[in-house]
């Protein structure tokens, strides 16, 4: 997996319990390779497979995993707290297009709303 940017002071993943969940979901290597991408988050570095999700705010990125010709996604936010918080995971069926389904955004949204409420 290549980087993008350097290292720095590893930071803590956090999860929404229902982005946890849906995770779990997830086949194993997709799980395998979205926990070596978030680790190299947590340690300040980009990975290959993420990429700014925009009209969300600065901050909230998004992973693309593909495994055995599905798309896996896991979306994450920098710029709550101090720690790497994972707000959403999903698997992408749209089969028209690379852009993120509408619903999947605006649950992200909705998430991190309430996440920034919730640590206020």
Known sequence: MTTKTRVRDTRKIS??????KDFTDFP??????AAEALTLVADGATPDIAKPLTNLG????ELAIKDRGDAYR??????IGDEVWVVHAFQK???TGIATPRTEINLVRERIKRLKEALA
């Open 15 to 20: 999860w929404i319990a229902a982005a946890r």
């Open 28 to 33: 194993p290597k997709a799980q395998h390779r």
């Open 58 to 61: 600065s901050g909230v990125w």
């Open 74 to 79: 896991v979306v994450y936010a920098l710029h």
């Open 93 to 95: 069926k749209s089969k």
